[in-house]
């Protein structure tokens, strides 16, 4: 049982280029969402689902879209990549119910330059 | 647009003494409340939660929080640190059994040996 896997876990990128953050869990769960961490901020959420074909926007959405196409796998696209999208990106999942917590992925550490 | 604060942002101890660790949400109505850690390099993890019941909740590792609906409070507290406990500390809060979860700004715990 893997848990909440993301990959990478380090990139860099250049100023308008693209990515696609892979999340992926082996939990059966419904919900799931992308966080980034910014020092000082807390975590803020980008966009969340609550199941495959259902995705909703969070606090930041600007400059990222995603897809949930099963249940499995929640990846985030960023499309011109900007310094402001320099960040921790988080993906977390949880099963119906709050009483049982978000299980969280293990991070993706972006830098845009 | 509700808000969690976590005034303490930066918190320095030695080991054996007391923790309090502050949490105030902005919400009125009903909500679930939570305190995540996430220790030096890793993902975060639940330490406990609130749903209903005693105000009083015990989670791992010796922490406890006690929520105060007349202060929207719910901080968060251990007895005796260890270094070991040297971590980032979230508040998290949940209301009206919503999909999503918003974070404090998080506290650093440094506990020196």
């Not at chain 1, 990959?7 to 059966?28: A, V, Y």
């Not at chain 1, 803020?44 to 796998?73: C, F, H, M, Q, W």
């Not at chain 1, 011109?80 to 009483?99: E, H, I, K, M």
């Not at chain 2, 260890?82 to 999909?99: I, K, L, M, P, R």
Request: glycine share 10%; with cysteine.
């Amino acid at each position: 049982n893997a848990g909440v896997t993301q990959t990478p876990k380090f990139r860099i990128l250049k100023i308008g280029q693209s990515m696609t953050l892979q999340c992926t869990q082996d939990m059966n769960h419904n919900y799931m969402y992308w966080y980034r961490q910014d020092p000082g901020m807390g975590l803020k959420l980008i966009y969340y689902s609550v199941g495959a074909g259902i995705t909703d926007k969070g606090e930041v959405p600007n400059g990222y879209n995603v897809s949930r196409s099963t249940t499995e796998d929640f990846p985030l696209r960023l499309e011109l990549a900007a310094p402001s999208q320099t960040s921790v990106y988080f993906c977390a999942s949880r099963r119906q119910g709050l009483n049982y917590g978000y299980t969280f992925g293990s991070g993706t550490r972006l830098t845009v330059v | 647009a509700q808000s969690v604060s976590q005034h303490n942002h930066h918190v320095i101890l030695s080991e054996a003494a007391s923790l309090e660790l502050g949490c105030n949400y902005s919400y009125g109505g009903t909500v679930n409340l939570f305190w995540y850690v996430q220790y030096p390099g890793q993902h975060l993890q639940l330490l406990l939660k609130y749903f209903s019941g005693d105000p009083l909740v015990k989670g791992i590792k010796g922490f406890e929080a006690e929520f105060i609906k007349s202060k929207f409070s719910f901080n968060l507290r251990k007895p005796s640190v260890q270094w070991s406990d040297t971590a980032e500390y979230f508040c998290a809060v949940n209301h009206d059994a919503g999909n999503m979860l918003t974070f404090g700004g998080g506290t650093r715990l440094m506990v020196k040996p």
